[in-house]
């Protein structure tokens, strides 16, 4: 699936919607879900691949915004903005939860309905520091197993420079 439409709300105005409290998952009803998935760029048809799952709170937290998802490759993008570090660069962790939500939301995809997928490695090289703009992530399929896919997630910035390279490996979990 590829360009999602423009959402009516952006997921700040979800998160204004929604009370997050440290340590609680918020309770959302399906509307809620629903402006929350099209605030974050999923299109009912790229919910339907994911098995009706829809966006962490943590991806919302942080702005992500998936702009096209496929098993083969899937891009998004998120503001430096709210995710820095102390020092006021993008903070490394926001590196990883880009790419862990894109790897992991491919390698589901790929898994296909009644099956799941977890993670179970990811690693990152840091190449360059951000301190403001916005963030590409995409991520490419490596691997494409029966059991494990891996995908190499590459963060750019607007000018299309190298921030980070992530490499992700999911295990591929049958229905239950």
Known sequence: ??????????????????????????????????????????????????????????????????????????????????NEQPMGLLHGGAHLVLAESLGSMAAKIHAGPGRGAVGTEIGATHHRAIRSGLVTGTATAIHLGRTLTTHEIVMTDEQGRRLSTVRMTNMVLSGR
């Open 1 to 82: 699936m590829t360009d999602s439409p423009e959402p009516d709300l952006s997921p700040a105005d979800v998160l204004g919607v929604l009370a997050f409290h440290p340590g609680v998952t918020p309770v959302m009803t399906e509307e809620e879900r629903d402006a929350v998935a099209s605030a974050s760029g999923l299109t009912a048809d790229l919910r339907e691949a994911l098995g009706g799952a829809g966006v962490s709170p943590l991806a919302l937290k942080m702005g992500i915004r998936f702009v096209e998802l496929s098993a083969q490759r899937a891009v998004a993008t998120m503001p430096v903005a709210g």
